[in-house]
């Protein structure tokens, strides 16, 4: 496994196969475009991925040549040197058995680092999720969660779209391999063949998991609109409850508030106490009510 950046590839004195792979950059831009290609006997390819919990502005972009002697990797972006870092890694697992084995171990440690890190980013969100989740049925209701939300969902679009590109690129890997395989050629090692194929496995598990989160998110929106209104028309409960209690007590201050000169009460001597005692009693009566139809 060869690793470098694209001016070093340009700069160094080439081999046939970083020839085709330059050529082929040149051809088919991987700013712009990422798949999978078949070059002469051998597979080009570009992708690109985005990192960072909100998957913005943190952009690696990969060209790389794919064939049974050799993988060329040319790294365009990668301003946090992960792959760099998965390449380190995979060179201190290197064989040099005569057999070609530090090439599949180097595939492995690319794609296998590239999916752990998925999964590990995808299990973390889905703690989140089921956090948010627990707090809006526990009652706990955060009008910014909205905005939390929206977060969420960018960035699972994000991912979605990445590894869904990336399932594509495996997919066409295998793709262009059994298509040479029946024309009785072959591209890759049965060895690398083999992993691809176990890995579009792994893969595609990693994108329906990421679109399965990004569909909860819809569940989740919807439970935190359910909480809101449960809670506005329970504060409007309160106050229409209350608002019913003292309507008979406006009935009652309008209608001796009137003063007319022959109301039997106004000269009452108990009059007073007897309006006291009425709205009182009105009062019980109305909580009583509202607690029997269990209105609070």
């Known amino acids: 496994m060869q690793m470098m950046d694209w001016n070093q590839l340009k700069d160094r004195d080439r081999n046939q196969w970083e020839e085709l792979l330059l050529q082929s950059m040149q051809k088919l831009d991987p700013v712009y475009w ?9 597979l080009y390819g570009a992708f690109h991925l985005h990192e960072g919990q909100k998957g913005e502005n943190q952009l690696i972009r990969v060209s790389f040549l794919l064939n049974q002697q050799d993988f060329i990797l040319v790294i365009l972006k990668d301003d946090n040197g992960i792959l760099q870092k998965t390449g380190d890694t995979g060179k201190k697992e ?27 980013k995808v299990e973390q969100m889905e703690k989140y999720l089921i956090d948010v989740e627990q707090e809006i049925v526990k009652g706990k209701i955060n009008r910014n969660r909205n905005q939390t939300i929206f977060e969420c969902k960018r960035t699972l679009a994000v991912w979605k779209n990445d590894y869904g590109q990336f399932l594509n690129l495996v997919e066409g ?30 893969m595609r598990r ?61 000269q009452w001597r108990y009059g007073y106490l ?23």
């Open 34 to 42: 990422s798949g999978v290609k078949l070059a002469e006997d051998s």
């Open 94 to 120: 290197e064989r040099t058995d005569g057999k070609g084995t530090d090439m599949e171990e180097g595939l492995e440690a690319l794609f296998e680092g590239i999916l752990k890190r998925g999964q590990q």
């Open 173 to 202: 890997i295998n793709g262009l391999e059994q298509k040479k395989r029946e024309d009785k050629g072959q591209v890759l090692r049965e060895e690398s063949a083999c992993y691809f194929r176990v890995y579009e496995n792994k």
């Open 206 to 266: 990693l994108t329906e998991e990421t679109q399965f989160l990004y569909e909860e998110l819809v569940h989740i929106r919807e439970a935190l609109d359910a909480a809101l209104s449960y809670e506005q028309n329970r504060i409007m409960k309160v106050f229409t409850t209350v608002t019913t209690v003292f309507m008979p007590l406006s009935l009652i201050a309008g209608w001796y508030g009137m003063n007319f000169a022959w109301m039997p009460e106004l």
């Open 274 to 296: 007897c309006v006291g005692v009425l709205s009182v009693l009105v009062v019980l009566v109305c909580i009583w009510f509202f607690k029997k139809k269990k209105l609070f």
